[in-house]
């Protein structure tokens, strides 16, 4: 087999374009999470604690000096990308729960009978009627 076959045959399985699927949607929920969190949440949580950007709270270890840049420890920004994580976290528990929820009620209907086991139950049914009644 050539490679090009190999590699039609490898793309056009269901389970790859499915990732390819889930990994687009997932970068542009992350987008969308990412500015509802910079735009929205946080700006008001900055307002309340005295206008601070999240962005710019820093320590500095080492101060610049001339063209040297200061060394600095970013824990605004680690901040900010974790509120992020767990916005997108708890949107795909709610996303998972709720499909779980969905197949389990799935799982738990019974199968659709065919005509002929339609058929056998009902007969079934009047004989133990029958049974029950002599």
Do not use: C, H, W
């Not at 490679?3 to 997932?26: H, M, P, T, W, Y």
């Not at 929920?29 to 946080?42: A, C, Q, R």
Request: no cysteine.
């Amino acid at each position: 087999m050539t490679l090009v076959k190999e590699f039609k045959q490898f793309i056009s399985r269901g389970n790859v374009v499915d990732l390819a699927v889930g990994v687009i949607i997932g970068a542009s929920f992350g987008k969308i999470v990412s500015s509802f969190v910079n735009d929205i949440l946080m700006p008001p949580v900055g307002f309340l604690i005295g206008g601070v950007k999240f962005d710019y709270l820093k320590v500095v270890l080492k101060p610049g000096v001339g063209d040297t840049a200061p060394v600095t420890f970013n824990y605004g920004n680690f901040l900010q990308v974790t509120i992020d994580f767990l916005i997108i976290a708890f949107a795909i528990f709610l996303f998972v729960k709720g499909f779980n929820a969905i197949k389990r009620k799935e799982e738990n209907k019974p199968p659709e009978l065919t005509g002929e086991e339609r058929i056998l139950t009902e007969i079934r049914d009047l004989l133990k009627a029958k049974t029950t009644t002599d």
